[in-house]
């Protein structure tokens, strides 16, 4: 894996808990999430319906992790792994994520 710079994307005020938003990283499309003091950053693709939404996928929680379900199929993912929990060889692309000075800022993985 290789990283890119930090990219400021928002002020944290503007995170909604437990909703997602969508946010233009570097030419690519982010969704980032808050939930309780933790922030999360996963690519906005859908890996198996191939649209841009997931950040208006569903923040919930299935045996203490942290998930997020497709609002296209449903298929739940969890959010510090980006993992499916559903289909064993599907996964959202993690980005690093954190707040500086009340900015949330992210900072892109790329596969090399």
């Known amino acids: 894996m290789r990283t890119l710079d930090w990219t400021a994307v928002c002020p944290l005020d503007r995170l909604d808990p437990d909703r997602g ?6 030419g690519v499309q982010v969704a980032l999430f808050r939930t309780g003091d933790e922030l999360y950053a996963v690519d906005n693709l859908d890996p198996v319906g191939g649209a841009q939404v997931m950040s208006r996928g569903i923040v919930g929680s299935r045996g203490g992790l942290p998930t997020l379900a497709s609002p296209l199929h ?16 599907v996964a959202l692309r993690r980005h690093d994520v954190r707040c500086r000075d009340g900015l949330v800022e992210v900072r892109l993985r790329q596969e090399e």
């Open 21 to 26: 938003v969508a946010a233009l990283v570097d």
């Open 74 to 89: 449903k298929q739940v993912y969890d959010l510090t792994t980006g993992r499916c929990l559903d289909l064993p060889d």
